[in-house]
């Protein structure tokens, strides 16, 4: 909960420049931010990243907040030992074929994951996975450079 309210939260800074100007504003104090982004946000919002809002704003670090976001979920699928994973596929998966997909790879890996699966048409077929930092390519447009590198160095 706390994790999707800061992505929540950083997703309006970024997209919104009103949001952004209200969050640097000197005349509104850290509670009427933290209100106005509890009522704004409502139960979309963790309680706990409303008060941290205005600790921030307080001490000027709104602009940190991406950092902050990102700091956050990387101690928390740390600790939990969970992944964020996403699979870019050349066609849509069935919901069988994801939770399929996600029970493999949870398996290999020996961590929890969530997983999204991007559909890419440029992908000819196979797949492509990011997990965390890491990026996977098992399409079948990498194996036949893999192929043609090989040939041209033969």
Known sequence: AVRNSLTLVNS?????PEFRAFLFSKRITEIQKATAVKEALGVKCHPIVSEFIGLVTDQN???LFSLIEKSYIKIFEKKLNYLTVIAHVSSE???????GLKESLESSLGKSMDLSVEVD??????????VGNKFM????QNQLESMRQSLLKA
Not at 137 to 140: K, V
């Open 61 to 63: 670090l709104v602009k």
């Open 121 to 130: 048409p440029n992908l000819i077929g196979g797949i492509k996975l990011r």
């Open 137 to 140: 390519d098992a399409s079948i």
């Open 12 to 16: 309006a800074i970024k997209a919104s």
């Open 93 to 99: 998966l069935s919901e069988r074929e994801s939770e």
